[in-house]
């Protein structure tokens, strides 16, 4: 008998929120993104750049998806809590700042927060941090090494993997491989049952279609 399959499929409560400063971390975003995607449908992973379409009100949506998320990756690189505005203040201390307002809802709804650490980033001091969000400072990092870069994207994604709600997401084409290889019988009969109902939707359309013509 094959091991039971857990399928998984895009719900209000399963996103992934990729938040980044586009000051130093759009391209490292990118590759994250791209490979996350290679697992998961895109449909539950949201990166503002490639998620918000144009005319979209860009916080409602940012809100929606961390309503809809279950885990928050965090891309800090060495210097992210250093950032400044032009007024020379430090971006984390500005009330509407997107990254502070992204970690802070988190917090404040149990979303999972993984610090994602890459080119030489650290995890901030306390010190460092508004009073909202210190409590930031508590999460166990996840360091991608400049010299394994894909390796350690490779072991964070298995990670992320490894949690129930995440196994065999078969809207992506690897899990859709992975479940083949889990359960090749089932998948094959899932396969036929999903092209009978199609084939069985056609046929009582046409039959009505005919009938309408016959009278």
Request: with cysteine.
């Given at each position: ?44 992973i949201f990166k503002d750049a490639v998620t918000l379409k144009p005319g ?131 998948s094959i009969k899932k396969g036929f049952q999903e092209n009978a109902n ?18």
């Amino acid at each position: 008998m094959p091991d039971e399959i857990k399928t998984t499929t895009p719900s209000l409560q399963e996103g992934i929120f990729i938040s980044y400063r586009r000051d130093g971390s759009s391209t490292f975003s990118s590759i994250l993104y791209y490979e996350l995607c290679k697992y998961f449908s895109a449909g539950i992973i949201f990166k503002d750049a490639v998620t918000l379409k144009p005319g979209t009100d860009f916080k409602k949506e940012i809100e929606q998806a961390l309503d809809h998320s279950s885990i928050l990756l965090v891309l800090l690189d060495k210097n992210w809590a250093q950032l400044k505005n032009d007024n020379e203040e430090k971006k984390l201390f500005e009330e509407n700042d997107f990254v502070r307002q992204e970690i802070r809802t988190a917090l404040e709804k149990n979303i999972e927060i993984i610090p994602v650490l890459f080119e030489n980033g650290r995890m901030p001091g306390v010190n460092e941090l508004p009073a909202d969000i210190q409590e930031f400072c508590n999460k166990q990092a996840f360091t991608i090494h400049i010299d394994s870069v894909m390796q350690d994207i490779t072991g964070l994604v298995q990670h992320i993997r490894s949690k129930k709600r995440f196994l065999y997401d078969e809207k992506s084409i690897t899990g859709a491989y992975e479940r083949m290889i889990k359960d090749p019988i089932g998948s094959i009969k899932k396969g036929f049952q999903e092209n009978a109902n199609v084939f069985k939707k056609d046929f009582n359309y046409l039959k009505k279609f005919i009938g309408k013509y016959k009278k």
